[in-house]
DNA sequence: ACACAATTTTCAGTTTGATTTCAGCTTCTA
DNA sequence: TAGAAGCTGAAATCAAACTGAAAATTGTGT
């Protein structure tokens, strides 16, 4: 699940950044809103956390620009306290979500997995699948035996993006880009090495591989 | 599972109870201040969503009423988006977490549900986990094997943390986030050292190890 | 104010294991 | 049937976590 935080506060970022990493995202970050509306448009991003407070473009001209652009990547926006007007701008620009400063990081967590969780009308903090639960606090999958398996960083996230995008053909550089954040480009075989350690965990035909294409999560069978 | 519902906004009222109902909550709606104090204190609720702005008794003099009644029912508060005040203020007056409207059903329940569990702890001041006692007037811990340790602040606000968020990923930069008040975040490894005294206090496989994703407090094993 | 005790933080050397690479193998398809 | 794409087991890597001890800070009693 890759992540644009467009934030200015390096303090902020820098412990929003680890948060967001632990808890399965790949992040990038972009301080000042030229950048993040250069990112916004041209990496693919499963959500965006935007402050409407950047430096040399405001946050609501850069939503407004991704809008136009027809760009429905979802976005959660920060605002400063008491600025009500800037959230009514906000939610006039195109924001799915906002959140006013300051605030705890499990909340803007919960609102991120719940905006998520949104498009596969899922809520809460599990992915379920037919004889499959991956619990996205403990990072941990349960299979239809009953077994719970730790998860590392990537078997979590590589797993995760499957099960939120069941039953679609995902390139192996798709998986990439949404794995991975913009400091590691790879050209090597880690998808595949991580789908074999998936399919040891969840079942060898639950992955099923479309040579040429990439890989189905299959959740019917 | 019975919840009481203190919130005056009709068509919010109309949406809310539908979606506890279906949930599974009994629910019961006080529209005024007065009622609510009455019905928290005369019934027995296992959980209260309490917005502060209801009209002839405010939710903060509510809540103050009920715990100077000793109550301890679990109270989740709504709050205006931008009253941050109010947030400090409900939890000065005892409420055990907050939601800032407007909200997605999904999080209050999810927020409602962590609460019941947080909840089947005993009230009185201690958190127990099995083999494990936390007295939190003492700041001391009980060991299965009957010994009682001292525990420093630190130790003390670390484990108390742990065992409110037991089974979940915690990530170094959140523990830290919590421990300390609200200070710049600091590259050092303290969250390591303390995992490591409390580790020789209350067993080194109780606090697993996730590497790049945070620590776990398990209680089942 | 002082010495002394307890607690917190820093530091540096060591260990660990998640990630990545690699090389040989198998399977598919043009 | 040859070349490409994917599979596989094992090994190399390197940042993350562990560890013991010492330094710095805070607290306490005299």
């Given amino acids: 699940m890759r992540l644009l935080l467009a934030e200015d506060d390096r303090d902020l970022v820098d412990t ?42 405001s946050g609501i001209e850069v939503l407004k620009n991704w809008r136009s652009n027809a760009n429905h990547l979802p976005v959660i926006v920060l605002t400063a306290r008491n600025a009500w007007h800037e959230r009514v701008d906000g939610f006039k620009a ?5 959140l006013g400063k300051p605030f705890h990081v499990e909340e803007l967590l919960a609102r991120i997995t ?20 991956l619990d996205e606090e403990q990072q941990t999958v349960t299979t239809a035996d009953g077994q719970q398996h730790k998860l590392t960083g990537i078997e979590f ?23 991975y954040d913009f400091d590691s480009e790879k050209d090597s075989n880690v998808i ?19 040579r040429g294409q990439g890989y189905v999560f299959r959740n019917n069978n």
């Fill in 94 to 98: 195109g924001a799915d979500d906002y």
């Fill in 157 to 179: 996230r590589l797993l995760r993006y499957f099960l939120l995008h069941a039953e679609k053909v995902l390139s192996k550089s798709r998986l990439t880009e949404h794995i």
């Fill in 16 to 57: 929003l950044k680890k948060d967001l990493q632990s808890a399965g995202y790949a992040v990038d970050v972009a301080d000042n809103g030229v950048d993040a509306e250069y990112l916004g448009n041209e990496m693919i991003y499963d959500v965006a956390v935007l402050d409407l407070g950047l430096p040399q473009r």
């Fill in 114 to 133: 719940a905006l998520m969780h949104r498009s596969i009308q899922q809520p809460g903090g599990t992915l379920n699948a037919i004889g499959l639960s």
């Fill in 192 to 210: 595949e090495v991580y789908v074999r350690r998936l399919r040891h965990i969840v079942g060898n035909d639950r992955i099923e591989t479309r």
